[in-house]
C-alpha cells in the first residue's frame, strides 16, 4: 500500500489527502469487491475517515436524513451543489435510482475534486447515472436550464460555499424554474459555518423580503421576493461538532 499522505494539522481538506483517499480505496485488498457496490464503496470511505484523515463529507446522520428525503419525494433528476470527493453523489444518486430517478447531477467547481469524484462513482458503478458537472454553480445551473437539460427543481442538494446559497437561490428563483409543492432545497451546514443570510431569506414572508432587498447588495442577481417557503431546520451531531440541515419546500407565490 502506498504510504499515506499526512497533511499539517492547521489544514483540513484540498491539501492531498482526496488523491490519498483514491490511493487507499484502490490499494484495498478488497477493491474487486468494491466494484458495483455504493454501499461497501461509502463504506471504505469511511474507514478512510475513521483510520487516517477527516473528509468533508456528509455524515451518516445527515446522509440518512436526506436519503429518506429521497425515498419520500422520488425525485426524477435531483442535482447538488459543491460535490467534493463524491460522497453525496454516490448515496444521494444511488438513493435516487433506487426509487425510480433518471439522473443525479453533481456540479463541483474543482476539476480535481471532480476527477476523484469521477473515479470513485466509476467504482461503484454509478457513471451511468451521476453526472459531475465541472464549473461555478452559477453558470453550470443556467447552462443546464438554457440547454434544456432540466426544465424545473425538484429536489436540489446545497453543499458548496455558503455565501453562495443565497445568491443561487436568487438565480433559480429569476430563471422560473420553482414549483410550487414540487421544488425542495436542501441545505447544509446552516450552523457550521452557517448560512445566516440564506436562511433568514427562506424564512421570511415575500413583505419581509420585500423590505429587506432595500439593504441587500443582490448584484446582478433579479430575486423575486414574491415566493413563499416553508423551512424546517433539523439539528444534528456530526464528527465537526453541531450543525443542521434545512429543508425549504415551494409553496407558491404570494
Not at 81 to 108: N, T
Not at 141 to 159: G, S
Not at 194 to 205: I, M, N, Q, R, S
Request: proline share 6%; net charge negative; charged share 25%.
Amino acid at each position: 500500500m502506498p504510504k499515506l499522505f499526512a497533511p499539517p494539522a492547521t489544514t483540513w481538506a484540498m491539501d492531498g489527502r482526496e488523491v490519498d483517499l483514491l490511493h487507499y480505496i484502490y490499494s484495498r485488498p478488497d477493491v474487486k469487491e468494491l466494484r458495483g457496490n455504493p454501499h461497501k464503496v461509502l463504506v471504505a470511505i469511511d474507514e478512510y475517515v475513521d483510520k487516517h484523515q477527516v473528509l468533508m463529507n456528509i455524515g451518516a446522520t445527515k446522509g440518512a436524513f436526506i436519503s429518506d428525503l429521497i425515498a419520500a419525494r422520488k425525485p426524477s433528476t435531483m442535482i447538488e451543489l459543491g460535490g467534493y470527493v463524491g460522497y453525496s453523489a454516490i448515496l444521494f444518486g444511488d438513493a435516487v435510482r433506487a426509487h425510480g430517478g433518471k439522473q443525479y447531477l453533481s456540479i463541483e467547481n474543482n476539476p480535481e475534486m471532480a476527477a476523484v469524484a469521477n473515479q470513485l462513482l466509476d467504482l461503484a458503478g454509478l457513471r451511468d447515472f451521476v453526472r459531475i458537472i465541472v464549473g461555478s454553480s452559477d453558470e453550470s445551473l443556467e447552462e443546464l436550464i438554457e440547454q434544456k437539460k432540466i426544465d424545473r427543481i425538484e429536489l436540489i442538494f446545497i453543499d458548496h460555499w455558503q455565501e453562495l446559497y443565497l445568491p443561487d437561490l436568487w438565480l433559480l428563483e429569476q430563471l422560473d424554474v420553482l414549483v410550487p409543492q414540487t421544488s425542495v432545497f436542501v441545505a447544509d451546514n446552516i450552523i457550521m459555518p452557517g448560512a445566516p443570510k440564506y436562511l433568514k431569506w427562506v424564512e421570511a414572508t415575500p413583505e419581509q423580503k420585500r423590505e429587506m432587498l432595500a439593504g441587500l447588495d443582490v448584484g446582478t442577481r433579479r430575486p423575486d421576493p414574491s415566493w413563499v417557503y416553508e423551512t424546517q431546520v433539523s439539528k444534528f451531531d456530526t464528527t465537526w461538532g453541531k450543525d443542521a440541515v434545512a429543508v425549504t419546500k415551494v409553496v407558491g407565490r404570494q
